[in-house]
C-alpha cells in the first residue's frame, strides 16, 4: 500500500516530492522532478531492479500514484462544483485545531471559557469571544455546559464523551470557512434559544426532553450549509435540490445532519425508543421550521393564537409551535443584538451573500440582488433587513414575551436599526455628491426600489421580496431557460481551489495587491488573524486578534520561505514576544454567583483527549487542579474523572512530575520514567510550565501513536537509524502554565521547544523505565514529520482527504501584512484599506470575523506545526 500521504498530493502546490522521498522504497521507486511551470510530477522508476518493487504496489496505488503527476491534471478531488457537498469534503473546519483529535478544554478548567460560560444566560453573550477561548470548539463546549446545567446528563443518564462525540460532530459538520453559516452561528443560536428557554412564560411548561431536543435542534438548524441560498442550489442542479426536490433544499438537509450525527454518536441510544423518537420528531419539525420562506405562515398563526388567547402552553402542540417560533427567532436574533456583535453578524452574513455573487458571476447567472457587491451596501441590506424581515416577527415575540428580555431585543433591533439607517443616509449622499455611476444611490431608486419604498409596499410585500430575492428563484424567472433545470455540463465549472476543499473557491477569496519591493506577499488564506493583544481579558473583547498561522500552505510559498530562513531573513520569534502577552494575562477572574463575587484562579488547562473517531484510549492529564463541581454530582464529567469512574476502557493517566530548572535545555537530557511529566520552570519569565509527555503511547512499533500494522511500512521509523528519535505526538503532550495562562493552542509551546523521545535501540519502549524524554529548542523550519490527524482520521476512514503537513515552514503573510525582515509582522499603513477589507474575508474563512482577526488566534495556530504568535502593531 502506498503511503497515504502520497496518494493525497493532487493538488498543483502541493510538493510531493517531501513526502516521496521520505522512504527508502519510494525513492527506488518513484521520482519526481519539478517541471518547469513549477508544477512537482512524479514518475515511476522504470529501470530493472525496481520492477520487481513494482508490484509490490496494488493496482489502485499505481493509479493513485500517477495521478500525482499534476500537470496532467488526470484526478481531481473537485469533481463536483461545490467541494463542500461532496463526499470528500474535509470534515474538520479550519478553525480546529489540529493539534488534537477530539481533544476538548474541558469548560470547568479553563478559566475564560468558564467565565464567558457563566454568563451564557445573559442577552450580550458573544459567541465570537466564545469561539476564540475555545479554540474553535465553541459548539461542543456550550453545549456540553448546557446539558450539564440543564442536568440532562443526569437525567437521561447521558455519557458526557457521547455529548462531546455528538457535538464535534455537529461542530465539524459546519463549514468553517462560511463567514456567516458556521459554528460560531449555531453557538450564537442556540444560546439564543437557552435564553428564551428561561422565559417564565416558556420554561413553566417545557419538558426536559423538549428542551433537550429544541437545543438539538438549535445547535444543528444549518448544519453543513454550504454558504449559497437555496435558489442558487435550485439554479446550479445542486444535488441536495434534486434529492429534495427543490422544497425546503437546506432545511431539509439540515435536519437529516442533525439526526446523523445524533446516530452516530450514540447519544441517545440507550434511552427509551419514544424518548429517541420524539426527540427526533422534535428536531426535524423545528429544523425544518428555519425556513425563512415559511416565516409568514408562523407570523400569521401566531397572531391568530394571541388574538384568540389560545396559547396555552400546557398543550403539546401549543408548545411545539412556541418553540419553532423560538427558534426562528434565534436564527434571526442578530440583528437584536448589542451593536457590537450585531454589526460583526451583519457583515458577515452580507460576505456570505457577496461571494454568492461572485459564484452566480463566474458561473453567468444573473445576481441576485442582495449578492451583488457592486450595487449594494452592508447598510442597505441591513436596513431593509432588519425593517422588513426582522422587525415583524420580533414585534410579534415582544407581544407574546412581554419580558425584559424581549424589551431588550426590541431596543437593541430599533438601536441597530437607527444605526443602518444612518449608515445608509450617510452611503447615499455621498453617492449623490460625488458620482455619476449607478452606485447605492441609483440602486436605491432602481434596483432596489421596492425594498426602499415603504410607503407603497405592505410590510409583507417587502418582507416577501427580500425573502424572494434570497431564497425564491425570483432572478430566473425572466429567462428563458428554467435555469434549476439547466444541465450541469452546461454550467461551466468553477475553478479548482489549489489546497483546501472550500465550499467556496478561493480564486475568490484572494486578491492581489502590489506589494512595496523588498516585502513578501504571501496568500491570504496562509493568515488568519492579527493582533496586537493576547491577554485573557483581550481573549473576551471582540476586537482581540492573534496572528497565527496555519497549515493551508503551499509548498511553492513554502520553500520561497524556507530559502528566506537560510538567509536567515527569517527567524524565529523571540521567545519574550512570543510569551510576553501571555505572561501578561490575570491570574484571576472575578465570578458572580448567589449575588456575591468570586475570585477565581485561571490556572488549569484540563486537556481531555476522546477517542471517540480514532478509537484510542482516553487520557486525561490530571495536572489541573481543584475540580470545579459545586454540586459534587458526580455524575458530572468532571468528577467522573476525578473519581475515575470512567470506562475501563478508557484509562486515567497521573502524571508523575519532574523538573528541571532554567531556560537553557536545548542540550539537556534529561532521564524520566514513562508516563512522566516534565517540568519545565522558565527562570526568565518566571513561568512555571509543566509539560506531560505520556511516553506510553510510544510503543517500539509504533509510529506517533498508532501501531505499525495499521500504517504502511514506510511511515514507521527507519529502522537503520537506531538513534531516531520520535516525535511524541503533540496531542499526547500537554501543557500547563503557572501563570494561569490558558494555553489553548500548544503551539505557543512548541514553538520554542520541541519536546521529543528517545527510542534509541531495539527494546521495546513499553514499561522500560528508562525512556529518555528531552527538550530541545525547534530549528525552523523543520520539516513535516508526521501525518495530520486529519490524515490519520482519514486514513482510517479509507476516504481521500486533503493534505495538510504536520509541520510547515514559517513566515506567512497576504496583502496588508508584511513580513518585515522576518522578525515581525508589521503593518503597512498604506494598505489600511486593504488590510481591513482582508481582514473581513479573512475573518470570514474561519467563520468568525468580524471580529475580524480574533477567533482564530486560538484555534488556526493550532493547525500548524509551526504557528506562532505575532504581535502586530497595529490593532484594528
Ligand atoms: N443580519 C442579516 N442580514 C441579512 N440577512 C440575514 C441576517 N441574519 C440572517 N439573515 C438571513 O436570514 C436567514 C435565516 O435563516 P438562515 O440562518 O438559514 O440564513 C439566514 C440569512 O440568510
Ligand atoms: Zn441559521
Not at 376 to 403: C, G, N
Not at 657 to 680: A, C, E, I, K, M
Not at 737 to 759: A, C, E, M, W
Not at 806 to 829: L, T, V, W
Amino acid at each position: 500500500m502506498i503511503p497515504y500521504v502520497t496518494c493525497v498530493c493532487t493538488k498543483t502546490t502541493r510538493n510531493p516530492q517531501k513526502w516521496l522521498t521520505r522512504t527508502a522504497l519510494s525513492q527506488t521507486l518513484v521520482e519526481t522532478e519539478l517541471a518547469k511551470d513549477g508544477k512537482y510530477c512524479v514518475r515511476f522508476n522504470e529501470a530493472e531492479d525496481s520492477r520487481e518493487e513494482l508490484k509490490k504496489f496494488l493496482a489502485e496505488d499505481i493509479s493513485l500514484l500517477q495521478s500525482l503527476n499534476i500537470n496532467e491534471e488526470k484526478l481531481s478531488l473537485a469533481g463536483k462544483q461545490f467541494r463542500t457537498l461532496h463526499r470528500y469534503r474535509t470534515r474538520y473546519p479550519v478553525t480546529k485545531p489540529e493539534v488534537s483529535r477530539i481533544a476538548f478544554l474541558h469548560d470547568t478548567n479553563d478559566g475564560i471559557t468558564q467565565y464567558l460560560l457563566s454568563s451564557c444566560w445573559k442577552w450580550n453573550f458573544n459567541a465570537f469571544s466564545l469561539d476564540v477561548a475555545t479554540g474553535g470548539r465553541s459548539v461542543s463546549v456550550l453545549l456540553l455546559h448546557l446539558f450539564h446545567n440543564y442536568g440532562f446528563i443526569k437525567k437521561f443518564r447521558l455519557d458526557a464523551l457521547k455529548i462531546v462525540h455528538c457535538f464535534s460532530l455537529v461542530e465539524s459538520g459546519y463549514h468553517s470557512n462560511n463567514p456567516y453559516h458556521n459554528a460560531v452561528h449555531a453557538a450564537d443560536v442556540t444560546q439564543a434559544l437557552h435564553c428564551f428557554l428561561q422565559e417564565e412564560t416558556i420554561s413553566r411548561h417545557v419538558t426536559p426532553v423538549e428542551i433537550m431536543a429544541s437545543l438539538i435542534a438549535a445547535v444543528c438548524h444549518d448544519l453543513d450549509h454550504p454558504g449559497f441560498t437555496q435558489p442558487f442550489l435550485i439554479a446550479t442542479s445542486n444535488h441536495l435540490a434534486v434529492l429534495y426536490e427543490n422544497f425546503s433544499v437546506l432545511e431539509t438537509h439540515h435536519w437529516r445532519m442533525a439526526i446523523s450525527c445524533l446516530r452516530e454518536s450514540r447519544l441517545l441510544d440507550h434511552l427509551e425508543r419514544d424518548v429517541c423518537v420524539e426527540t427526533e420528531w422534535w428536531v426535524r419539525s423545528m429544523i425544518l421550521a428555519t425556513d425563512i420562506s415559511r416565516q409568514q405562515d408562523f407570523l400569521l398563526k401566531l397572531k391568530k393564537y394571541m388574538e384568540e388567547t389560545s396559547l396555552d402552553l400546557s398543550k403539546k402542540d401549543k408548545r411545539h409551535f412556541i418553540l419553532q417560533v423560538a427558534l426562528k427567532c434565534a436564527d434571526l436574533c442578530n440583528p437584536c443584538r448589542p451593536w457590537s456583535i450585531s454589526k460583526q453578524w451583519s457583515y458577515q452574513v452580507c460576505e456570505e451573500l457577496y461571494r454568492q455573487g461572485e459564484v452566480e458571476t463566474e458561473l453567468c447567472l444573473p445576481i441576485t440582488r442582495v449578492c451583488d457587491r457592486t450595487r449594494t451596501s452592508v447598510a442597505r441590506i441591513q436596513s431593509d433587513f432588519l425593517r422588513f424581515v426582522v422587525a415583524p416577527l420580533f414585534e410579534m415575540w415582544h407581544q407574546y414575551l412581554k419580558s425584559s428580555l424581549s424589551q431588550k431585543l426590541m431596543w437593541h433591533l430599533l438601536h441597530n436599526q437607527a444605526h443602518w439607517d444612518e449608515l445608509l443616509q450617510q452611503e447615499l449622499v455621498e453617492l449623490d455628491d460625488t458620482s455619476s455611476v449607478l452606485g447605492i444611490a441609483a440602486m436605491a431608486s432602481e434596483e432596489f426600489a421596492p425594498l426602499a419604498s415603504e410607503e407603497e409596499d405592505s410590510l409583507e410585500d417587502c418582507a416577501s421580496l427580500y425573502c424572494e430575492s434570497i431564497l425564491v428563484v425570483n432572478s430566473f424567472s425572466s429567462s428563458t431557460h428554467r435555469r434549476y433545470s439547466l444541465p450541469m455540463k452546461k454550467v461551466p465549472s468553477l475553478k479548482k481551489t489549489a489546497i483546501r476543499r472550500q465550499s467556496f473557491p478561493l480564486s475568490l477569496v484572494s486578491h492581489t495587491k502590489n506589494l512595496p519591493s523588498g516585502w513578501i506577499p504571501f496568500h491570504l488564506k496562509n493568515i488568519f488573524s492579527c493582533s496586537s493583544n493576547v491577554t485573557a481579558s483581550g481573549l473576551l473583547e471582540s476586537k482581540t486578534s492573534i496572528i497565527s498561522l496555519s497549515s493551508e500552505f503551499n509548498s511553492l510559498d513554502s520553500r520561497k520561505l524556507e530559502s528566506e530562513a537560510s538567509s536567515s531573513q527569517i527567524s524565529a520569534l523571540p521567545r519574550e514576544r512570543l510569551f510576553s502577552t501571555l505572561c501578561g494575562n490575570p491570574s484571576f477572574v472575578t465570578t458572580k454567583k448567589g449575588g456575591k463575587s468570586h475570585e477565581r484562579s485561571i490556572k488549569k488547562l484540563a486537556l481531555v483527549e476522546t477517542s471517540d473517531v480514532l478509537n484510542e484510549k482516553l487520557t486525561y492529564t490530571s495536572n489541573s487542579s481543584e475540580p470545579d463541581c459545586d454540586t459534587d454530582c458526580c455524575s458530572c464529567f468532571l468528577c467522573q474523572v476525578q473519581s475515575n469512574k470512567f470506562p475501563e476502557d478508557e484509562i486515567l493517566r497521573q502524571a508523575t512530575p519532574h523538573s528541571f530548572q532554567g531556560d537553557n535545555v536545548s542540550s539537556s537530557r534529561t532521564l524520566f520514567p514513562q508516563g512522566s511529566s516534565v517540568n519545565y520552570n522558565s527562570t526568565k519569565y518566571n513561568e512555571m510550565i509543566s509539560i506531560n509527555v505520556d511516553c506510553t503511547k510510544i510503543r517500539k512499533n509504533e509510529y506517533f501513536g498508532y501501531k505499525l500494522g495499521t500504517y504502511p511500512e514506510d511511515l514507521s521509523l527507519d529502522p537503520q537509524r537506531t538513534n531516531s528519535a520520535a516525535h511524541i505526538p503533540r496531542d499526547d503532550i500537554s501543557f500547563v502554565s503557572s501563570k494561569g495562562v490558558d494555553i489553548i493552542n500548544k503551539q505557543q509551546i512548541f514553538r520554542p521547544y520541541f519536546v521529543t523521545l528517545d527510542s534509541s535501540g531495539d527494546e521495546s519502549m513499553e514499561n522500560n523505565d528508562n525512556t529518555n524524554i528531552f527538550l530541545e529548542p525547534v530549528r525552523y523550519p523543520k520539516e513535516p514529520n508526521s501525518m495530520t490527524c486529519k490524515q490519520q482520521v482519514s486514513q482510517r476512514r479509507g476516504s481521500a482527504p486533503d493534505v495538510v503537513p504536520y509541520s510547515q515552514p514559517i513566515g506567512f503573510n497576504n496583502e496588508g501584512f508584511i513580513i518585515k525582515d522576518g522578525h515581525e509582522i508589521s503593518f503597512d499603513p498604506k494598505c489600511k484599506k486593504d488590510f481591513v477589507d482582508a481582514g473581513e474575508r479573512l475573518g470570514s474563512i474561519g467563520g468568525c470575523p468580524g471580529n475580524t482577526f480574533g477567533n482564530h488566534a486560538t484555534s488556526v495556530g493550532g493547525t500548524s506545526g509551526l504557528g506562532r504568535l505575532y504581535r502586530s502593531t497595529t490593532r484594528l
